[in-house]
């Protein structure tokens, strides 16, 4: 027989009051289970309920004991015959006549402990998202199993804060979250909510507004311009052990490190990330790079922004797939031997209400100080990189994509905005820091602290800095003074080098310098050579379309450019499409014009980086000492009225015996070098392993000839051979072992131009007699 319900003590009426206009940031004070010296009391909130009982686990036995209603949704009871807290579930009966059998959320415990809150408040919780945001969690019971999710949020200002969603039909009142003391954070867990279902947080502000917030922690979200974030749990079973062991024994910046730059959405449209596991992969793989480097994925509901307004640090786009399937393309990546590099944006970010601005009713996550909190160039809010909290909440971002995802590096944007106070503002528009500079100590201190701690728990890892000042030590440990950046893009270099470009042939002897001026600073830094996604929009033109002449000038200067850009010091980087020649400017809105394979120029031009990529790989000269002087050695920089320039690239090794080497000519010029005679390091013979005038779809190749050297000082070499570069070419030649083989590490697995070997000259042995041009052998 079930008894009657206790009258029990009264209930703080105040308590309630708050409750009901959603002002009560202590619910559990109220709500669910509590010991006191009258017995046990059981409080719940069921509105429109007839009748509410409490079902318990007892030592004799299940009981069930009815609660009385109090007022407007109200019930509770207390009773003497319970001394201790039991598991207990509501039973509640509505218009219907059915009785419904429900979980309390009130009934349990915090799910942060003690140390996570401290480490939170401290901006040291490194694994911020195992315990910030949504959780889907299982507790066993003496009344059976208990599913359902957590909820935890910042939000130190809120006067109160409800979780709505799929699973209180987006009720403002009914699930009010409890404040975890002084520490700004607050938390529920929630019976019955599932994988699958949408939330927000309805977060009343200091100002008494409440206002609809998407979770910062949001690991999932709907689709953009919807808002709600979405309870989600990986089920993903990974398949990239051999590539995650090699990963943490093997060092990316002293190897091979070319990277081909990806927009997801716009590479070929509609194939989201479990469509880009298969043909991206393929692709990727077949032209040898090393390296894929995405555009943000992290969800952004404005597409021309590219992602570099994000609103969702902790999720992948939603628009082109679900988390899980996002880990099956960079499975499929690392299967394929390929790494995976992240674009993240902690300079900024957006100014959407719903989001993380003004999230708990002033500036929290931005910094308050209009001159310190927003970004004049971008129009967008910046992070309040001295508050410990949001400093944890970037750092642990980094690690979250590098652990959860397996993701190889991140590279950082916009670091010198950052970096520096005075960054695109006028006088008396920036504060400067404690000692009347312009440095901003804080952001330096965050990025010091993301480099060091990502390098730490994550071996073989690499971030990488688009820096564009000469902010010194960039690439310097943390414990030397500087940054800690694994690279820093070499913004130099690419200004330089695409002015370059951009001249007629004829005068551009006179811009010769922005050809060379790159290797007197080359060493200084750990420097990836980007041709990115920034080139080749907003009306700057594709990367074909920068120099002068005919088309077939035009792509035979590409050619090139490409050669320079893969041999000299430092990483080659480049933005999709410009692999086969994309006539048109990039736009995020369509695919690339892929039909311009079909045309045998472009062809070419695609498998030219095939085979840069191959040769690249294939000797470690072009690398392994990328940023040391001695792997680098000028033959001739000054050649600019025929806008030519040659050099070696050394490997580790005796440059007279064993070091790996390769001789490079680049001729930008618009005449052709008969007899071009470069020195060489040592004797013997010397084989052409790139000719990109070969290229051309009806053009002879000097690719494997094989060159005789004669002791014949040039160049400050004691050996010299003499080569043929025609006119917009770059040409190659390594040195041939006794066993006729070249420092490539096979050179018959080298394509030529037809895409196999089928361009490539025989090896013959040319007399280096200068009256004797090479170019005839070809």
């Known amino acids: 027989m079930t008894p009657p319900p206790a009258a029990g003590p009264t209930l703080d009426d105040g308590a309630i009051t708050a409750f009901l206009q959603g002002r009560n940031g202590q619910p559990h004070d109220l709500l669910g289970h509590h010991q006191g010296p009258g017995g046990l009391t059981i409080t719940a909130f069921r509105p429109l309920a007839s009748k509410v009982s409490a079902r318990l ?73 195992t315990v910030l945001g949504s959780h889907v969690r299982r507790y066993p019971g003496p009344l059976g199993e208990v599913r359902g999710a957590s909820f935890a949020l910042w939000a130190p200002r809120a006067k109160a804060v409800h979780v709505i969603g799929d699973f209180n039909g987006w009720d403002r009142i009914s699930h009010p979250m ?67 062991q090699q990963r943490s024994t093997s060092n990316v910046h002293t190897g091979p490190m070319s990277t ?81 590099i992240l674009d993240w944006v902690p300079g900024h970010f957006a100014t959407d209400e719903w989001a993380l601005a003004r999230f708990d009713g002033e500036p929290l996550y931005e910094h308050p100080d209009r001159r310190l909190g927003w970004h004049p160039e971008w129009g967008s809010n910046i992070f309040d990189y001295g508050r410990p909290e949001v400093r944890n909440f970037l750092v642990a971002n980094s690690l979250y994509w590098l652990e959860e995802f397996h993701a190889d590096g991140v590279r950082v944007d916009g670091v ?35 480099n060091a701690t990502a390098y730490k728990r994550v071996p073989g890892i690499v971030t990488v800095a688009e820096e564009s000042t000469s902010w010194p030590g960039v690439t ?69 379309r920068k120099s002068r002449g005919s088309r077939e000038d035009q792509i035979a200067t590409l050619r090139v450019f490409l050669a320079y850009l893969w041999c000299h010091p430092g990483k080659p980087l480049l933005f999709m499409g410009c692999e086969f020649g994309q006539e048109a400017e990039w736009s995020e809105g369509r695919s690339l014009d892929w039909w311009l394979l079909d045309q045998p120029l472009h062809f070419r031009v695609h498998n030219l980086v095939k085979d840069l990529n191959a040769i690249y790989r294939g000797n470690e000269a072009l690398w392994a000492l990328d940023n040391d002087r001695a792997g680098f050695e000028w033959l001739e920089a000054d050649d600019a009225a025929h806008n030519t320039v040659s050099w070696l690239r050394f490997g580790r ?110 090896d013959t042995v040319v007399d280096t007699d200068p009256t004797h041009p090479t170019g005839a052998s070809s």
């Open 57 to 129: 686990d007892t030592a004799d036995g299940i009981r069930t004991v009815e609660l009385r209603h109090v007022r407007d949704g109200i019930f509770t009871m207390t009773s003497p015959d319970f001394d201790h807290t039991h598991d207990y579930r509501l039973l509640v009966e509505y218009a219907d006549g059915v009785e419904h059998e429900q979980d309390d959320p009130y009934r349990f415990a915090p799910t942060l402990g003690e140390i996570d809150m401290h480490l939170i408040n401290e901006g040291r919780h490194e694994q911020l998202w």
């Open 178 to 244: 409890r404040a975890l003391g002084t520490t700004g954070l607050w938390e529920l867990f929630l019976p019955g909510a599932a994988e699958g279902m949408n939330y927000q947080f309805a977060v009343r502000g200091s100002d008494d507004i409440v206002r609809l917030k998407s979770d910062p922690m949001a690991r999932m979200t709907e689709v953009a311009p919807k808002q709600a974030a979405i309870v989600t749990e990986s089920h993903y079973e990974w398949n990239d052990s051999d590539w995650m």
């Open 260 to 340: 081909y730059e990806v927009h997801i959405g716009s590479w070929r449209q509609g194939l989201g990330y479990a469509g880009l596991a298969e043909h991206l992969v393929n692709y990727v793989a077949d032209l040898g790079f090393t390296h894929v480097e995405f555009l943000p994925v992290m969800e952004h509901p404005y597409v021309p922004s590219w992602g570099y307004h994000v609103t969702g640090y902790y999720a992948p786009s939603a628009r082109w797939g679900t988390p899980d399937e996002f880990r099956y393309l960079v499975d499929r990546l690392h299967q394929a031997g390929i790494g995976v």
């Open 416 to 450: 010198a905005s950052m970096l520096y106070l005075d960054y695109a503002r006028q006088p008396g528009e920036w504060v400067p820091n404690k000692d009347g500079g312009r440095e901003n100590y804080q952001a330096v201190e965050l990025l010091k602290e993301t």
């Open 476 to 544: 310097k440990p943390t414990d030397q003074g500087g940054l800690g950046f694994g690279f820093k893009w070499n913004m130099g270099w690419m200004n330089d080098s695409l002015k370059y470009l951009g001249q007629d042939p004829i005068y551009r002897q006179h811009h010769h310098g922005a050809l060379t001026f790159s290797l007197m600073y080359a060493f200084d830094e750990n420097f990836v050579l980007p041709i990115s996604h920034d080139e080749v929009v907003h009306g700057k033109g594709s990367l074909l």
């Open 653 to 762: 090794g005796d440059r007279a015996v064993d070091a790996p080497v390769v001789a490079c000519v680049m001729n930008f010029g618009g005449e052709t070098r008969q007899s071009y005679r470069i020195g060489v390091p040592r004797g013997g013979r010397w084989t052409v392993v790139l000719d990109t005038a070969g290229y051309h779809p009806d053009a002879p190749s000097s690719t494997g000839v094989v060159l005789e050297a004669r002791e014949e000082s040039w160049h400050r070499q004691p050996y010299s051979v003499d080569i043929t570069v025609p006119r917009f070419s770059s040409v190659w030649v390594v040195p041939v072992d006794e066993h006729g083989v070249s420092a490539i590490d096979s050179a018959a697995d080298v394509s030529g131009p037809e895409g196999a070997t089928g361009s490539s000259a025989p």
